[in-house]
C-alpha cells in the first residue's frame, strides 16, 4: 500500500481494524503478523487501514482539473410528453443549468424511433462517402496538431470493412476508461480513416419530434430571411466512425448549439470545457500553439488541434468527460468547446441549431478570417425578430 507521509495515523483501541464483509468465495488470503490476529487469516480484500489526514494550511489546496459540481455534465431521459417540442426542452435543461458544462446527454424516451429499418439496409450501406480523411496526428506529450488527407470516395459497406479490419478494428479493452489511454498513447501511430461531414440525413422523414432535419429553431431563420443554406449548419451532416477517429477542441461555427445523435455502433468520448472557462482553455492553447496563433488568432475553429486531459490537469483547466452509447442525444451549448474520439465503426448524425439565449454569443463570436470555408451568419435577422 503506498501511504501520504503528510497524513497523520490517530492510535485507536486495536492497533489495527478490520471491518468484516460477507465475501462469497474469498480465494486469497492474508496472515496479519499482529498480536490480535497471529495464526488467523482472513479475507486480503476486507482489511482497511483508519487514518486522519492532516488540515491543509490555507493557500495550500490542490487546484480542481475537474469542473466543479455546478458544472458538471447533465443527463436527462425526458417522457414522451416532455420530449414533444424540442426547443421548450432544451430551455427547461438550462434552466436547470445543463449549459454550464457546455454540453448534456439527453437519453430519448423508448416510444421515440430514429430508424425503422435499421443500419444495415441498402440506402445507408450503399451511401458514398465523398471525401474519407486520415487523421494524421503530429507532436508529443499531449499536445498534437492534425493533418487532414483525403482520400478516394468509398460507400459506407466499404469504410465499414475497413473500420473492422485487423489492422484498424478496437482493441481488446476491459472498460472505456482502458480504451481512453490506449487512444492517447497511440494517436500518433496508424492514421484513421474518418468519414466527416457527410451531407444527408438517415433518420426517418416521418420522425416529427427531435428530427435533426426539422428541429424548428430560430436558426432557420438564416434561410427564410437570406436563402442560405448552410451545409452542416442548417442542413444535416452524418458522420462515419473508427477507432481512434477523432474530433478536435472546437466550438461550433459562430458559437451555436449542436445536436448529435449516434444511430449505430460504437460510442463517442467526449470531453468538454464549462463555458465560463472557455477563454482560460483558449490562452492555454495561444500558449502552447504560438505559431498557430499567430497565424490565426481563431486556429481552434481549424479543428486541428488536440490537448489531452492530462495536459488540462496540469494547468488547472476544468473538464468533463463522458460517453454516448447508440441511441443517446449529446447537445453542446454555445461557447461550449469540446473535442472527443470514436471508439469503434459508428454512425451519427448531427447539426447546428439555436435559441435566443445564443444571439449575444453569435454577436461576439470570434471569426476565422484565413479559410474561405469558415462560416460567418449575418446577425440582423436575430436582432430584429427577438
Known amino acids: 500500500m503506498s501511504i501520504n507521509k503528510s497524513a497523520t495515523y490517530r492510535s485507536v483501541s486495536l492497533s489495527y481494524v478490520f471491518w468484516r464483509v460477507t465475501v462469497r468465495k474469498p480465494r486469497v488470503w492474508l496472515r496479519l503478523n499482529c498480536p490480535q490476529t497471529s495464526g488467523s487469516f482472513v479475507p486480503k480484500q476486507v482489511v482497511f487501514l483508519v487514518f486522519v489526514r492532516k488540515p491543509v494550511p490555507p493557500g495550500k489546496e490542490h487546484k480542481m482539473c475537474a469542473a466543479k459540481d455546478s458544472n458538471r455534465i447533465m443527463v436527462f431521459r425526458p417522457t414522451w410528453t416532455e420530449f414533444q417540442n ?30 425503422k429499418k435499421g443500419y444495415d439496409a441498402d440506402d445507408v450501406m450503399n451511401l458514398k462517402i465523398p471525401a474519407p480523411i486520415s487523421q494524421v496526428a503530429l507532436g508529443k506529450q499531449g499536445l498534437f496538431q492534425l493533418l487532414h488527407k483525403e482520400k478516394k470516395p468509398m460507400t459506407v459497406s466499404d469504410y465499414k470493412i475497413i473500420a473492422e479490419s485487423d489492422e484498424f478494428k478496437t482493441p481488446d479493452h476491459l472498460d472505456y476508461d482502458q480504451l481512453e489511454r490506449k487512444f492517447w498513447q497511440n494517436i500518433v501511430y496508424n492514421p484513421p480513416l474518418y468519414g466527416a461531414d457527410v451531407s444527408g440525413s438517415i433518420t426517418d422523414k416521418d420522425v416529427d419530434v427531435w428530427n435533426i432535419n426539422k428541429l424548428g429553431t430560430i436558426l432557420d431563420y438564416v434561410n427564410e430571411d437570406y436563402g442560405n443554406i448552410i451545409e452542416g449548419v442548417n442542413t444535416a451532416y452524418l458522420y462515419f466512425g473508427m477507432w481512434k477517429s477523432l474530433f478536435a477542441w472546437h466550438t461550433e461555427d459562430m458559437d451555436l448549439y449542436s445536436i448529435n445523435y449516434l444511430h449505430e455502433g460504437y460510442p463517442k468520448i467526449w470531453y468538454s470545457i464549462p463555458p465560463e472557462n472557455g477563454h482560460a482553455f483558449e490562452r492555454l492553447a495561444n500558449r502552447f500553439f504560438p505559431t498557430e496563433a499567430e497565424k490565426c488568432p481563431a486556429f481552434l475553429r481549424h479543428k486541428a488541434t488536440m490537448i489531452s486531459p492530462n495536459i488540462l490537469k496540469q494547468n488547472a483547466i476544468p473538464y468533463n468527460k463522458i460517453t454516448q452509447e447508440k441511441g443517446e442525444f449529446v447537445i453542446t451549448f454555445p461557447f461550449g468547446y469540446h473535442s472527443g474520439f470514436n471508439v469503434g465503426f459508428n454512425i451519427a448524425e448531427a447539426i447546428n441549431f439555436a435559441s435566443p439565449r445564443w444571439v449575444e454569443y453569435g454577436k461576439k463570436a470570434s471569426l476565422c478570417h484565413c479559410r474561405k470555408d469558415s462560416v460567418k451568419i449575418c446577425m440582423d435577422t436575430f436582432i430584429k425578430r427577438i
Open 86 to 115: 424540442f426547443s421548450n426542452y432544451v430551455e427547461v435543461m438550462e434552466k436547470k443549468g445543463a449549459h454550464r458544462a457546455g454540453l448534456a446527454k439527453v437519453i430519448p424516451p423508448p416510444e421515440w424511433i430514429a430508424r
